[in-house]
């Protein structure tokens, strides 16, 4: 008998991937897609590796087969974060989750720049 899993993908996650909180602090078994960058990952103990699968492209995942996103912290530095979520929300995904991102009361987006280490900077939204 196989076991059934909870298919969820998370866009972004950076140092602090969500799924590895959700790994360590339950029982049930996920399995994560990991929607990065091509040359992002993170050290993973060997007794998680089995749950997960980094993903460059969101064309390489079938969203129908997926219960949940999750957007670590990272929606708000897409391009083309619009066309992200029409996807999203056409696809069977039931559950939806956008952590550690503004959303104003503003009539407009604002946009700005932010300043990481080594001097790399970032445009990041201000949803309205």
Same mark, same amino acid.
């Given at each position: 008998?196989?076991? =059934? ?18 790994? =360590? ?5 996920? =399995?994560? /897609?990991?929607? !990065?960058? /091509? ?6 103990? *060997? ?5 997960? $699968? ?7 995942? *079938?969203?129908?087969?997926? $219960? ?10 897409? !391009?083309?974060?619009? !066309?992200?979520? $029409? ?6 995904? /039931? ?12 009539? !407009? $987006? ?5 300043? *990481? ?12």
């Amino acid at each position: 008998m196989s076991q =059934k899993y909870i298919n969820f993908l998370e866009i972004g996650g950076g140092t602090t991937p969500t799924f590895l909180y959700i790994l =360590k602090s339950i029982n049930k078994k996920y =399995k994560f /897609k990991i929607l !990065e960058h /091509k040359n992002f990952r993170i050290n993973i103990p *060997n007794e998680y590796k089995v749950y997960l $699968d980094y993903i460059t492209q969101l064309k390489d995942i *079938n969203l129908d087969k997926l $219960d949940s996103v999750i957007f670590s912290s990272s929606i708000q530095y897409m !391009e083309n974060y619009k !066309e992200v979520l $029409d996807k999203i929300f056409a696809s069977r995904i /039931k559950y939806i989750f956008i952590t550690e991102t503004i959303f104003t009361e503003m009539s !407009e $987006d604002i946009f700005s720049l932010q300043n *990481n280490v080594g001097n790399t900077r970032f445009p990041y939204i201000f949803f309205l």
